[in-house]
T-cell receptor, first 112, second 114 residues
């Protein structure tokens, strides 16, 4: 298995633009997580899904952030409109009914 | 409010010596703890975990200790190797409550000097 696949690896966008981050979890995994890493706050959980259903989105910072999981093999995290303070590394992770999650390589987002 | 804290942002250790990374938590509902290692430009990778019913778990050079009364866990690496240089994150979850919500600390950057 190729592991959790995220795209793009790097994204540079202008303030106010819409940004969409993509994630393909490991096949067969039933949990999917979106995290954001910053120097100040470390790895913050934004939202997680179980069997494609959002379970807890209390970490989503603002209404500008939204996440979807239309099927078991694909999820998106969208920021609209983007702001410079959204600049961070965004990680997607998946797990199979257990605590051990496998992370993707991350998307480094820079909003200028 | 940080529920999982790693108060040492960085640590340097000589090759062959013991590395001790610390983590404190505030939520008494946490019952499962994990350590992840992260190299630059890569995602975190699982290293070792411990359930709250145990106070120690060992895997090769890596041992995690849990002190529930102090709400403290630590990761020991013996002997430390240059390849262990990475950022280490501890994470906690209220696993038996049916939630897989992992709360991570801010990480400790370990540098093992050759």
């Amino acid at each position: 298995d190729a592991g959790v696949i995220q795209s793009p690896r790097h994204e540079v966008t202008e303030m106010g633009q819409e940004v969409t981050l993509r994630c393909k979890p490991i096949s067969g995994h039933d949990y999917l997580f979106w995290y954001r890493q910053t120097m100040m706050r470390g790895l913050e959980l934004l939202i997680y899904f179980n069997n494609n259903v959002p379970i807890d989105d209390s970490g989503m910072p603002e209404d500008r952030f939204s996440a979807k999981m239309p099927n078991a093999s694909f999820s998106t995290l969208k920021i609209q409109p983007s702001e410079p303070r959204d600049s961070a590394v965004y990680f997607c992770a998946s797990s199979f009914s257990g605590p051990k999650a496998f992370f993707g390589q991350g998307t480094r987002l820079t909003v200028v | 409010d940080q529920q999982v804290k790693q108060n040492s942002p960085s640590l340097s250790v000589q090759e062959g010596r013991i590395s001790i990374l610390n983590c404190d938590y505030t939520n008494s509902m946490f019952d499962y703890f994990l350590w992840y290692k992260k190299y630059p430009a890569e995602g975190p990778t699982f290293l070792i975990s411990i359930s709250s019913i145990k106070d120690k778990n060992e895997d090769g050079r890596f041992t995690v200790f849990l002190n529930k009364s102090a709400k403290h866990l630590s990761l020991h690496i013996v002997p430390s190797q240059p390849g262990d240089s990475a950022v280490y994150f501890c994470a906690a979850s209220a696993f038996t409550s049916g939630t897989y919500k992992y709360i991570f600390g801010t990480g400790t950057r370990l540098k093992v000097l050759a």
